[in-house]
Structure formats: C-alpha cells, structure tokens
C-alpha cells in the first residue's frame, strides 16, 4: 500500500493541521511499537501548499511532529510579529526572517542549502507555487522522473534550493513580497501556491504519483493506495454586512479572494471523496453529505471502482465554537498570533475524537 500524506495551507492555522498530524504519529509509533516512528517511516510521498508545503518539507526530512511544531511555533513569532509594509506598501511583512529561518532548517551537514534532489528528503516529497511571470501554476516534486528535474539537464528543478521553493509557495500575496528564483539566464516570480486550484493539494498528488506525463506511474487502486488529506480548520466565507447597499469594494475583494480558496479547498475534497473510498470526512454541504463509503451503494461501486482508499481531516467550525472565539479579532486570518492557542485545543480535540489508526494502516 503506498501511502499520500497532503497539507492544506492557512498561514498560522498550520498549528491545528499539527495536532492531527501528532496524533497520527502517536498512534503509528503505538500499533508498530516504535517509540521513534516518524511519518515519513509511513508515508512514501508527502506534499503540501504554502504553509502546508513547510511542515510537509519537514515531514519529509525526517523530522518528528515535536520538533516541527517547535519550529513552526518558532517561525509564526518571528515572522507575523513584526508587521514592516515594507518599502512603500509593498507587503504586510519583511519575508527575510521566514527565509533565514526556511534556509538554516533545510540545510545539508556541511551547512549547505539542501536542494530540491537532496538525499535528506526521504519521501517523495511536492509543493505548489504560482509561477506569476508564466502565468502558471507550478507543481513541483523531487521525483527523478519528471520532465523538467532531468538531472543532465543545466537548469534540472532538482538544483533549486529547497528552502526558496517552500519560501515560493508561502510567497501570500499582501503579506510578503514574490519570490524570485533564478536559473542559469531565466529568472521567475513566485507567488503563494494558495492563489491556485491546489491550496488543497491531495487530488493533484494523486495524479502526480499516477498519470504517466508525471513519470512516476504508481498504480492505483484501493487495496494499493491510500490518501490522507489534512486541513486547517474551516470557517465558511460570507459577508459580515447584511445589505447589499452596505457592501463597498474593499469588501468584494476581501471576500474574493478567501471565498475561491475556500471553494477550491472543497472542490478538490469532493474530487477525491468522488474518487476515493472516503473512509472519513465531515460533510461537505447538506446536499452531498459525506460522501464516505458506507452511503455508497454496491452498484456504483461496481461501474466505478475506488481509485484509493481516503481521509479528511479537517473541523468545519461550529457556531459555538466561532462564538467561543470571538474574543479573538479576526481569529481565523492566516497571520493571527493570537488564535494559535485556540486553534491547537481546537486542533487536538478534534484529532483526539476523530482520527483512527485504521485510517491510516
């Protein structure tokens, strides 16, 4: 059974993805009895999108969940709490203390910046960014056999530096200024890989590790893959103002921006669930329900095979629990210091009720 392990991005809202993540690796360490067991000793392949492409970098390179929430907690203060609108309004805040922070992290023994081909990461491991000087979304892997990582090749994307494609893929608009990656005579532009379909990056992994322009032609199947897909908690997207006459043009676009991440956020999970042999997600709207397996009748299961077996695990907030919140100012914004206490109670109760180690072996 090969095993995909995807992150969502949410900025600090990373930390409730965490708790879920430190319980899967405690029940793992439980069921195999090993006290040092790390996911990527159970995961083969391991990606994410902007905040979920550093934790699942970290998974990757071998660290425990302890280790990287320390980290995470680490980079969160230093880089969300100085706000600099650097340089005439450019952005929110001064990216160089995230990429100091990203480079020493990922770094070989020597002290090195590891590269994207660099032998430390031990899964396969993917991040989305946002090519803003192609105008295209740019899915990235350490896979040998993609096109553009031929090693042979002078501009192979396996010499990149890991810490700038990670640093590419955080690269949120208003709040940190592009990333700009140059190779040999071509130089790009990078933006958050959360301005593309693939915030929730689950469903392009699949194809990835399967569709042969990929190269890695994994075969699929429910009894040969298995997807578990992690998020950063969910508060649906509406207006706070009630009148139309009320809503101005700072309000549009704030919306905009959040609702059509949102909306992908759920695209991508209903593609899977549609997919997949969904053994647990909340429901995604009155109408669809859960989709999980047992609503799902023999005879569509027979025309339409499970390409793999799936999980969700993501909290669609209540309204007690926004209630409860709302002593916090914009708690659920992707930079908000003060929610991260919040989100890890919320995080662990949530992990502590719903994730199963027969979910995930």
Same mark, same amino acid.
């Given at each position: 059974?090969?095993?995909?392990?995807?992150?969502?991005?949410?900025?600090?809202?990373?930390?409730?993805?965490?708790?879920?993540?430190?319980?899967? /690796?405690?029940?793992?360490?439980?069921?195999?009895?090993?006290?040092?067991?790390?996911?990527?000793?159970?995961?083969?392949?391991?990606?994410?999108?902007?905040?979920?492409?550093?934790?699942?970098?970290?998974?990757?390179?071998?660290?425990?969940?302890?280790?990287?929430?320390?980290?995470?907690?680490?980079?969160?203060?230093?880089?969300?709490?100085r706000k600099t609108w650097v340089s005439r309004l450019r952005s929110k &805040?001064?990216?160089?203390?995230?990429?100091?922070?990203?480079?020493?992290?990922?770094?070989?023994?020597?002290?090195?910046?590891?590269?994207?081909?660099?032998?430390?990461?031990?899964?396969?491991?993917?991040?989305?960014?946002?090519?803003? *000087? *192609?105008?295209?979304?740019?899915?990235?892997?350490?896979?040998?056999?993609?096109? &553009?990582?031929?090693?042979?090749?002078?501009?192979?994307?396996?010499?990149?530096?890991?810490?700038?494609?990670?640093?590419?893929?955080?690269?949120?608009?208003?709040?940190?200024?592009?990333?700009?990656?140059?190779?040999?005579?071509?130089?790009?532009?990078?933006?958050?890989?959360?301005?593309?379909?693939?915030?929730?990056?689950?469903?392009?992994?699949?194809? *990835?590790?399967?569709?042969?322009?990929?190269?890695?032609?994994?075969?699929?199947? /429910?009894?040969?893959?298995?997807?578990?897909?992690?998020?950063?908690?969910?508060?649906?997207?509406?207006?706070?103002?009630?009148?139309?006459?009320?809503?101005?043009?700072?309000?549009?676009?704030?919306?905009?921006?959040?609702?059509?991440?949102?909306?992908?956020?759920?695209?991508?999970?209903?593609?899977?669930?549609?997919?997949?042999?969904?053994?647990?997600? /909340?429901?995604?709207?009155?109408?669809?329900?859960?989709?999980?397996?047992?609503?799902?009748?023999?005879?569509?299961?027979?025309?339409?095979?499970?390409?793999?077996?799936?999980c969700r695990y993501n909290r669609n907030l209540s309204a007690d629990e926004?209630?409860?919140?709302?002593?916090?100012?914009?708690?659920?914004?992707?930079?908000?210091?003060?929610?991260? /206490?919040?989100?890890?109670?919320?995080?662990?109760?949530?992990?502590?009720?719903?994730?199963?180690?027969?979910?995930?072996?």
């Open positions: 059974m090969r095993n995909i392990l995807s992150l969502d991005g949410g900025g600090t809202r990373g930390i409730f993805s965490l708790q879920i993540l430190a319980r899967m /690796e405690a029940l793992l360490r439980e069921k195999y009895q090993k006290p040092d067991l790390v996911l990527a000793d159970h995961f083969q392949y391991i990606g994410g999108t902007s905040t979920g492409a550093i934790i699942a970098a970290a998974l990757s390179w071998g660290a425990s969940v302890a280790t990287i929430e320390k980290f995470y907690l680490e980079q969160s203060y230093q880089v969300f709490g &805040y001064h990216a160089a203390d995230l990429t100091r922070l990203l480079r020493e992290f990922f770094s070989e023994e020597d002290g090195t910046p590891a590269l994207l081909g660099s032998g430390r990461l031990r899964t396969l491991y993917l991040c989305v960014m946002r090519n803003a *000087t *192609t105008g295209a979304p740019w899915i990235m892997t350490n896979s040998r056999f993609a096109k &553009y990582n031929d090693e042979t090749l002078p501009e192979s994307n396996l010499k990149i530096p890991l810490y700038q494609l990670i640093r590419a893929s955080t690269a949120a608009p208003i709040f940190f200024q592009p990333e700009e990656i140059t190779q040999g005579l071509q130089s790009w532009m990078f933006l958050d890989g959360a301005v593309t379909p693939y915030n929730n990056p689950a469903f392009i992994m699949y194809l *990835t590790a399967t569709l042969p322009c990929f190269g890695n032609r994994w075969e699929d199947g /429910e009894d040969k893959m298995r997807i578990i897909s992690v998020g950063t908690g969910r508060m649906r997207v509406r207006f706070t103002k009630q009148r139309v006459d009320q809503i101005n043009v700072i309000d549009q676009a704030a919306h905009a921006v959040n609702a059509l991440i949102d909306s992908n956020n759920q695209h991508q999970d209903l593609i899977c669930r549609a997919f997949g042999h969904c053994l647990f997600g /909340e429901p995604l709207d009155s109408e669809i329900g859960t989709l999980m397996a047992d609503e799902i009748s023999a005879e569509v299961n027979a025309t339409h095979p499970p390409r793999f077996v799936y926004i209630s409860e919140a709302s002593g916090i100012p914009n708690f659920f914004s992707v930079d908000n210091l003060r929610a991260i /206490e919040y989100l890890q109670k919320l995080g662990k109760a949530f992990a502590e009720q719903n994730v199963r180690v027969e979910h995930l072996a």
